[in-house]
């Protein structure tokens, strides 16, 4: 989708916004926005369903969720059309990731879960280890809010939901007004397959709303969204001492060394910038390449660049924009390149007849002085600026508030690693770009402005849990040596055993350093 035009209020006095799409200007629904009293209503009827939830065992739970991946194949087509009229994308943007994307996700933390989740023993070191047993217990949270974006509005609903009721919470899913029926969608996927009503619900709305579900009493927000609003979320959890995770925007950089296959790094390039429409958050949006090469990689990313089709058509690579707003930044950010030097190599001007398009662009000649290599431009831009060397790349590189992911384009892997390792980004991918966010056994978040915590990553379930420790007394004497009362010989004895420990070779050993 979507233009959101602010429509009049319902009888009972919510505020109404109907959507138009971006692919082809027609109206494609209407929401109402929950107000601060639906949110609270949602509230305690998510708390009552969440104490049942949490009795399923999670072998249960985890099965009743896994139904939802035959009904995402069964459904499959139609989710894609909904998701294609929410942003405007193209099929193939929305089968790879958001239908892919979804499957993963739900194969993937549903085979986790009872590993995952279960109560395991926990070896202390040391005395306790003769005193105590300990058993880790992963409690539920509760109620987990998940405030979604619009640029993956079924994939980046689905992964943190999925997540969070495995680990026995319930959810309240507020989708972005700009793509709002790609949630819905998630959302019956898993009430379908079994999960109660009331222990997954959407609440529609905008800013509004979600920021009256962040004061809603719940206790944890999954938010992915932009800085701005995640620092908002930030200050309103910690006043309430309730945890988030901010999955926020980016500025990714790519650096293409001389010795970068100019073949692949060119169709990286070209791939990763401008795929989803450029509305991606771990899209690149920087390239720097060492001078030596430039001109030869700038010739290959023009030719590939020329042959990636723009539109609404089947055939088409790169569809709409998915939202108006977004065409003000695009654009501001490619006149203010203009202006200080940049050369527009291809593209550079929306087309907006029947539908809101930005033809994948090139941009050359950029520097630091401009929007285009500070901002989150979130289109389908490819910008190069060219370097000295691969320091000055990395230097580059590291100047920027954002930190969410980056690339390195080598062949040879040492150095590749090496310059990833000085990055300072969430994640960084050697000769491929964009793709983190899929390796799900690996943290997902960013560094700097970019977020705050990490989504996936082999604890990503319990980070919707609180680790509970449980110990249990091995023996249970009336009374213990350290209790009172306290004696000369209670003391005596402590420091007999600091003498004999840690004045000893005895505190090398497994047993007293764990
Ligand atoms: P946004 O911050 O405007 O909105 C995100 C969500 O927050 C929406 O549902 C919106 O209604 C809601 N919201 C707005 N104000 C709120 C408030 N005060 N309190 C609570 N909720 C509020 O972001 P957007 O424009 O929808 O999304 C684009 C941004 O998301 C980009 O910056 C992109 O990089 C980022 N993003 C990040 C990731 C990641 O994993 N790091 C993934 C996708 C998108």
């Known amino acids: 989708m979507a233009i959101v035009e602010p ?21 494609v629904g209407e929401i109402t926005v929950s107000t601060a009293e639906d949110v609270a209503d949602a509230v305690t009827r998510a708390r009552v369903a969440q104490q049942e939830w949490a009795e399923v065992p999670i072998a249960e739970r985890a099965k009743i969720i896994r139904r939802a991946v035959d009904l995402l194949v069964k459904y499959r087509e139609e989710i894609i059309e909904t998701i294609r009229r929410d942003t405007g994308k193209t099929h193939i943007d929305a089968l790879m990731i958001e239908i892919i994307a979804g499957l993963d996700f739900l194969t993937h933390w549903c085979a986790r879960a009872v590993k995952d989740l279960s109560d395991e023993p926990l070896k202390p070191h040391g005395f306790q280890r003769v005193l105590k047993k300990v058993v880790m217990h992963y409690r539920p949270l509760g109620v987990v809010g998940v405030i979604t974006p619009w640029n993956g509005p079924f994939a980046l609903a689905i992964n943190p939901s999925v997540q969070a009721l495995l680990a026995g919470n319930a959810v309240l899913v507020k989708p972005s007004e700009v793509a709002p029926h790609s949630a819905d969608w998630a959302v019956r996927l898993l ?20 920021a009256a579900l962040v004061r809603a009493g719940i206790d944890k927000i999954s938010f992915t969204g932009s800085v701005g609003t995640g620092k908002k979320i930030a200050a309103a959890c910690a006043e309430q001492l309730i945890p988030c995770t901010l999955e926020l925007g980016g500025k990714d950089a790519m650096i293409v060394c001389a010795d970068a296959d100019l073949e692949r790094a060119a169709g990286g390039a070209v791939f990763a910038s401008v795929f989803n429409s450029g509305h991606v958050c771990m899209g690149v949006e920087r390239i720097y390449v060492v001078e030596s090469v430039a001109d030869e990689f700038e010739r290959l990313v023009e030719e590939k660049l020329r042959e990636v089709r723009c539109g609404s058509g089947d055939d088409c690579d790169v569809g709409a924009l998915f939202w108006d707003r977004q065409l003000s930044i695009i654009e501001r950010h490619i006149e203010d390149a203009k202006a200080k030097g940049a050369e527009v190599i291809v593209g550079g001007e929306a087309v907006t007849n029947g539908g809101l398009f930005y033809p994948p662009t090139l941009v050359c000649n950029v520097d630091h002085s401009m929007a285009l290599m500070k901002d989150e431009t979130f289109g389908p831009i490819v910008s190069i600026m060219r370097v000295k060397d691969e320091e000055e790349a990395l230097r580059l590189a590291n100047d920027s508030e954002y930190g969410l992911s980056g690339s390195v384009w080598t062949k040879d892997t040492e150095k590749g690693v090496a310059l990833a390792k000085r990055m300072e980004t969430g994640s960084v991918l050697i000769n491929d770009a964009s793709m983190s966010y899929g390796i799900l056994e690996a943290p997902f978040g960013g560094m700097k402005d970019s977020g705050l915590g990490q989504m996936n990553g082999m604890r990503s379930l319990r980070n919707y849990t609180f680790a509970q420790p449980i110990g249990v007394a091995r023996r249970a004497p009336k009374t213990e040596p350290h209790w009172y009362p306290h004696s000369d010989k209670t003391t005596k004895d402590l420091d007999g055993m600091v003498k004999l420990v840690y004045g000893t070779v005895l505190k090398k050993l497994p047993f007293f350093t764990g």
């Open 7 to 27: 429509q009049s209020p319902t009888d009972d006095g919510h505020r109404r916004l109907a959507l138009r799409s971006t692919a082809t200007n027609e109206p």
């Open 191 to 210: 009430h379908e397959a079994g999960v109660p009503e009331d222990a997954i619900q959407v609440l529609h709305g905008d800013g509004e709303t979600g």
